[in-house]
Structure formats: structure tokens, C-alpha cells
């Protein structure tokens, strides 16, 4: 016997399942989440983890999202036996196939049979939202581990599950985190760039390919107030996680070049991470302190206003999909100097809106910032062109719309319960 799911087919109901809710560095899906609502579309999160800091610290939308939320190892923890026996009673069908999927996927790497049973019962929490919202699609960002539990999910309800893919570290380990089957079971997949996209082609059938769907993020240009820059040091300001991806090392190598130079500046490295003290180290080693600052993690408001004020925003990363953050310096009207990159490229034209290096080559960005440091008038081009870029091709608002719009048309056919 089956079930109807939302009989107000003109108000869809989604779940999203994400694996950190909120989180300083996914902040876009706290505003696609908010955004799909402003279009009419009830919108449900799991999140899988708890926010990445305590409630107090977190913004007044951020807090709004929290109690909206349901966290799912937490409801793990409190009704562990009662989500089993829900799942197998509901759906006896859904519960062992969904099981074979994960017992499969143990058996290609015993090493991971741990963690595959911890998405397994994970997916019964999901699957009990599912049940408990009248939900429609479960959507996963990022085709990781949370796109696993929403695909086990989808086994154990019989409703349909998509993704956003990113990259370009997805594709990183493409048969571990099962690419090929979330690819294949998925009735849509949304790439965040033509670059994404040509990964998932790479990894899928032909005849999938026109299941994928590019939808661009974006960002509230409203929201940024560009300002004249009146520093009497020119401000560098990197913003990321303190990892080897973000290609910071480099920075502070080039960093070391332009006082060689003669070169006056200060960076600021916004973010924290495992990377932290050895670039400390770095930086005491070659008595850069007074000029290189490190703040740590701060909050999305703070962000907005340093960007605001640097007079360059440095982004010298190694793997990116297209980092919001950048679209937020060209929204300050903040020149920008970033590597030639994955997706990055789709951004930025160099020397038109933004100058581009070649990864990992410290000389090359070193002449980069110094080319904008002693030439004002150039970095106030290039920035006057990224203001323009970012309003009228990187806007939040159009790419909530066309998010809106396909999942109004991709799931105007019912779903039904098994």
C-alpha cells in the first residue's frame, strides 16, 4: 500500500541533507535553503553533524537555521533502536535493500564497514523526516558522505534523491565514496560549474548526461557596500581554511619575496585549520610578523567587513569548485588575484576583472600583488570590472530562481511512498 507524499503538489517539499548545518564555510547553503523557501518550497535540513561552533556564536540567521534543523547523530543517539524498528516495520523492502547497498560497498572496502553502517542507520533518521514531512526529494550538497545517506535513504523510503556536485575534491576518490552508483541511482545531479559538470560526464553513461544540470551560485550584491580604500599600508586578506588545498604556504612565500622587494603591505590570513602552525612558523623564521597577521575563524558578518577594507583579496588555491568568497571580495569592489584553476577561470577573465596565476609559482604572485600595490589605478579597474561581473552574472538571487524552477518542474510528477 503506498502513500501520497505532499498532496499540494504546488508546494514541494525537500529535504536537505548536508553534513555540517550551519558552517563559516558553506554559508551558500544556508542562503539556497532560504532562498528555495522564498520561492515556495518547504525546505527540511538534516544535518548529519552540529554546527562548526557553539549557538552563542553563531549569527541570528545562523541560530534561526539551527532550530530549524534536525541533527541527526544527536537523534541517533537519544532513539538508536527506535529508528531501526521503524524503518524495518514501514518498509521491510526499503530496509534490506538499503542494506545490501551498504553491506556491497563494505565488502569492495572492508576498512570502511564502520562507517558504512554509521550512514546506514544515519539514513534511518533521514528516512523518518521523510515520512514525518510528506517529503518529495531528498537533495544532497556535495556527492560525499552526505550524499550517501541520502541515497541510502532514498532506498529505505522509495523516494527519489539528487545532488549538487561541486568539486573538484569529490572526485578524489571517486570508487570509496560509490561516485559511479549515486551518479547512476540519482534522478538529477546540479553542477555548480561547466567545470563540475565535466567531471560527473567523465564518471557517467552517455545516455545520463541529460540528467545533469548547471545552476551557478551566487551572492546578494545588495548586501555589499563597496567603499573607497584609504589604508596607508596596502591590506592583503586571504579568507579559508588553514589547509594545503588553500595554497597559503604560498602566499607567505610570496609574502617573504615582497619584503625582499622593498615591498610595504600587511595579509591577513581569516580562518583556522591544520596548517596554522606551520605557517607560523614560517612567518617567525622569516621575521615576517609585523607583516603578516593570522585572526583565525571568524563569523560571515566580520568576513563582509574585512573584505570590505583590504585593498587586495589573495586567493592562491590549489583545488576549488568556485569559492563563494571570491564573488563576495568582487561584490566589496576588492580587487582580486587567484590561481588559473578548476572553475575558478568561469569567474574571472585576467587582467579584465581579476589577475590570474599559475598555481603553487610564489614569484608569479608576488608580482601579481605587487603589480596591484603600485598601481592603484589598475586594481581600481580591475575591481570596478568584478563589480559588474558578479552583479549581473554571479547574482544570488537569479540562481535561486533557476534552483526554484527546476525542482518546481523536476518534481511536478508525484512521488510515492513504498
Known amino acids: 500500500m503506498s502513500n501520497e507524499i505532499s498532496p499540494n503538489h504546488q508546494t514541494p ?8 548545518y550551519p558552517a563559516i564555510s558553506h554559508t551558500f547553503i544556508l542562503s539556497e535553503v532560504n532562498g528555495l523557501q522564498s520561492g515556495g518550497i518547504r525546505v527540511q535540513v538534516a544535518s548529519i553533524n552540529q554546527p562548526d561552533r557553539p549557538f552563542e556564536h553563531l ?12 541533527f541527526v547523530k544527536v537523534a541517533l543517539k537519544t532513539r538508536f533502536l527506535f529508528y531501526i ?6 518498509s521491510p523492502k526499503g530496509f534490506f535493500k538499503s542494506l545490501g547497498t551498504t553491506l556491497k560497498a563494505a565488502a569492495r ?26 517529503c518529495q526529494q531528498l537533495h544532497a550538497h556535495f556527492s560525499t558522505q552526505g550524499c550517501t545517506v541520502a541515497m541510502l535513504a532514498a532506498e529505505l523510503t522509495g523516494i527519489e534523491f539528487s545532488f549538487t556536485v561541486h568539486g573538484p575534491d569529490e572526485f578524489y576518490h571517486v570508487d570509496t565514496q560509490q561516485l559511479p552508483q549515486k551518479f547512476a541511482a540519482a534522478n538529477f545531479i546540479i553542477c555548480i560549474s561547466d567545470f563540475a559538470k565535466s567531471q560527473v560526464m567523465k564518471y557517467t553513461h552517455f545516455n545520463d548526461w541529460d540528467k545533469l544540470y548547471i545552476n551557478n551560485l551566487g551572492v546578494d550584491s545588495s548586501l555589499f557596500h563597496p567603499t573607497e580604500k584609504n589604508n596607508t599600508i596596502p591590506k592583503l586578506l586571504c579568507v579559508g581554511r588553514l589547509v594545503n588545498a588553500k595554497g597559503q604556504g604560498v602566499l607567505v612565500q610570496a609574502a617573504k619575496k615582497l619584503v625582499e622587494r622593498k615591498i610595504e603591505f600587511e595579509v591577513n590570513f581569516v580562518g583556522d585549520g591544520p596548517d596554522l602552525e606551520n605557517l607560523q612558523a614560517f612567518v617567525k623564521q622569516n621575521a615576517l610578523n609585523n607583516q603578516v597577521k593570522f585572526s583565525g575563524k571568524v563569523n560571515h558578518d566580520q568576513v563582509q567587513q574585512l573584505q570590505r577594507q583590504a585593498d587586495i583579496f ?16 568582487m561584490a566589496s569592489g ?16 585576467h587582467d579584465v576583472n581579476g ?14 600583488l605587487e603589480l596591484l600595490i603600485n598601481d592603484k589605478q589598475r586594481a581600481s579597474q580591475l575591481a570596478e570590472q ?23 518542474r523536476l518534481l511536478a510528477t508525484p512521488s510515492t511512498l513504498p
Open 85 to 90: 524498528f521503524k524503518s524495518l516495520i514501514i
Open 314 to 329: 589573495v586567493l592562491p588555491s590549489f583545488a576549488e569548485g568556485i569559492p563563494i568568497v571570491l564573488m563576495e571580495a
Open 13 to 20: 517539499t525537500i529535504i536537505y541533507v548536508v553534513s555540517q
Open 355 to 368: 589577475l590570474l596565476v599559475r598555481p603553487g609559482n610564489s614569484t608569479m604572485l608576488a608580482d601579481a
Open 386 to 408: 568584478a563589480l559588474h561581473t558578479v552583479r549581473h552574472q554571479w547574482c544570488l538571487h537569479k540562481s535561486n530562481q533557476r534552483l526554484t524552477q527546476l525542482f518546481k
Open 109 to 134: 572496502y572492508p576498512h570502511t564497514l564502520l562507517h558504512q553502517l554509521a550512514y546506514w542507520l544515519e539514513a534511518m533518521v533521514v528516512a523518518d523526516m521523510v515520512h514525518s514531512n510528506g
Open 59 to 70: 549569527t541570528n540567521i545562523e541560530q534561526q537555521a539551527y532550530k530549524e534543523t534536525v
Open 334 to 349: 576588492t580587487p582580486c588575484v587567484t590561481t588559473h584553476i578548476t572553475g575558478i577561470p568561469e569567474l574571472f577573465t
